[in-house]
């Protein structure tokens, strides 16, 4: 930074103390600030006292506070978690922008508290800071009419309830009255409120377990059984993630929240509404079915049955979304354990086979997706009987089930062509998939010839499919040494040329 730099910073800001052209000169101090490289950014800092740009925000005009926000966004970074939060200059005017009536004072507050959320300091700035006071800005920020602002709020609660100061403060009597009190009025406050205390939930079963003895959760299950169904599949989706923790499972089946939504699915058909919520509440299932599959198959036998019959539907959005949720379940080991006993497994790969070749294209790399999930096995499987029945499944889609993938992962559409090339991708991790592969020429061919490949995602997909065939130890029986070496040398040669257009031909090699 030259001399020059720093006097042209000392003026604008002796400008700006003085209240001359404040607009112009914070405007400037802004562009000048922005050129400096880190290192000569953290120097000049501390030639800029923070609170005459704090003061710059006391104004009602736009330009001169979204500057004041944006010299410091600038600065703050450079400063410690003490030097922010345990001096007076700074705590306290950056406490009072929560309060300031601009919604970008308000977010560039939530940001920077957010950056200093593991500290010790932290501790200090809520027990000291007046801590009531404080959390209380902060959920009002979180009930803010500003979308943005709610969400930078949203964000900040569900950091602190993770730090290790957080949810002692969150869980105090006092805050937890006023936060269920300020968004108990408004779907939107709620389900925001919700959401941070759900990613607090997730830590540990003990948060968990603090959280709900404060009573935020307790209008939790009428508030997902009321007749808004928007503000249901809302709150529906924020809660999913709980099911994907022992203890949130746990939590959801003994306030009752399970079996209403098994409920809700059973009469799922009748619905006039079904298109808009039972999405959401078949893929909570899924995500279920994934991770707990006897305990779902055991306290709630008919989920499974029903996601079948509806994977018989004729709405394209519901078969569609019931295939995928019948993927989820397979994914997973104990998933497919539980779906290999089932005799529906066969005419839900012949809706499969109908999904990727029936329907528009959307909707075709949607049932490519439930696929390669149903297909899926662990590295550690692939000569398991899980690669077995991931055999028969795909079996069960008839003569043309390989044909039609592999000439989709040839067509020129990239969502089709990725989709394609990810179940290749499973297939290739097992020795039935790679004797497919191997067995189609044209595959083959397309694999190690020639090939423009514009779109980035079908070149990494085509590199990954390449470097499991190149690493599996079952290639070389299938393939044959000269093949896997053009097939080494291709993987090779794409990962080196990732950012090319053209592939080149490795029939050459």
């Known amino acids: 930074m030259t001399a020059d730099t720093q006097s042209v910073v000392s003026s604008l800001i002796s400008n700006i103390k003085n209240d001359v052209a404040v607009e112009t000169n914070l405007?400037?101090?802004?562009?000048?600030?922005?050129?400096?490289?880190?290192?000569?950014?953290?120097?000049?800092?501390?030639?800029?006292?923070?609170?005459?740009?704090?003061?710059?925000?006391?104004?009602?005009?736009?330009?001169?506070?979204?500057?004041?926000?944006d010299v410091l966004n600038l600065i703050l970074p450079t400063y410690s978690s003490s030097a922010v939060l345990l001096k007076n200059d700074v705590a306290q005017p950056l406490a009072r922008c929560l309060n300031h009536p601009h919604p970008e004072v308000k977010k560039m507050a939530l940001r920077e508290l957010k950056r200093h959320i593991n500290g010790d300091e932290m501790t200090f700035f809520l027990g000291n800071n007046n801590r009531k006071k404080t959390m209380l800005s902060i959920i009002d920020c979180l009930c803010d009419e500003e979308t943005s602002v709610g969400l930078e709020a949203t964000s900040l609660l569900s950091s602190l309830g993770q730090s290790k100061t957080g949810p002692r403060v969150l869980c105090q009597p006092d805050i937890a009255e006023v936060a269920i009190e300020k968004t108990k009025f408004s779907d939107t406050n709620r389900i925001r409120l919700y959401q941070a205390l759900v990613e607090i939930s997730l830590t540990s079963g003990d948060y968990l377990r603090q959280i709900e003895s404060q009573g935020y959760f307790r209008d939790l299950v009428s508030c997902i059984k009321t007749d808004d169904v928007l503000a249901n599949l809302t709150i529906l989706e924020v809660i999913t993630p709980l099911a994907l923790r022992w203890h949130g499972f746990e939590f959801l089946s003994r306030h009752g929240i399970v079996k209403f939504l098994v409920d809700v699915l059973a009469t799922a058909d009748t619905h006039p509404l079904k298109s808009l919520f039972y999405p959401g509440v078949v893929r909570f299932f899924g995500n279920l079915g994934q991770k707990y599959s006897q305990q779902l198959a055991s306290d709630y036998p008919t989920v499974i049955s029903k996601i079948f019959e509806m994977t018989e539907s004729i709405e394209e959005s519901i078969f569609i979304t019931s295939l995928e949720t019948i993927g989820m379940i397979a994914y997973s080991r104990s998933g497919k354990n539980l779906l290999m006993t089932e005799p529906s497994m066969s005419?839900?790969?012949?809706?499969?086979?109908?999904?990727?070749?029936?329907?528009?294209?959307?909707?075709?790399?949607?049932?490519?997706?439930?696929?390669?999930?149903?297909?899926?096995?662990?590295?550690s499987d692939t000569k398991s009987d899980f690669a077995a029945v991931a055999q028969a499944w795909f079996e069960e889609m008839g003569p043309q089930g390989f044909e039609t993938v592999s000439d989709m992962a040839r067509q020129p559409f990239p969502d089709i062509k990725c989709g394609a090339l990810e179940v290749l991708i499973q297939l290739a991790t097992m020795k039935w998939g790679q004797t497919k592969i191997a067995s189609n020429q044209a595959l083959v061919d397309y694999l190690l010839?020639?090939?423009?490949?514009?779109?980035?995602?079908?070149?990494?997909?085509?590199?990954?499919?390449?470097?499991?065939?190149?690493?599996s130890e079952t290639s070389p029986s299938v393939f044959g040494e000269d093949v896997l070496n053009k097939i080494k040398s291709g993987a090779d040669e794409v990962k080196s040329n990732g950012d090319a257009v053209v592939l080149v031909d490795m029939m050459s090699v």
């Open 27 to 69: 405007s400037e101090l802004k562009l000048v600030v922005s050129a400096l490289n880190s290192s000569e950014l953290k120097n000049q800092s501390s030639n800029i006292p923070l609170s005459v740009i704090f003061d710059c925000l006391n104004s009602q005009n736009e330009s001169q506070i979204k500057n004041g926000c």
């Open 347 to 379: 005419a839900c790969m012949k809706r499969v086979y109908a999904a990727i070749t029936q329907v528009p294209s959307d909707w075709r790399v949607r049932g490519l997706n439930a696929l390669s999930s149903i297909i899926h096995v662990e590295p």
């Open 449 to 471: 010839g020639t090939s423009e490949e514009p779109n980035s995602d079908a070149r990494a997909s085509k590199l990954r499919l390449l470097k499991v065939l190149a690493e």
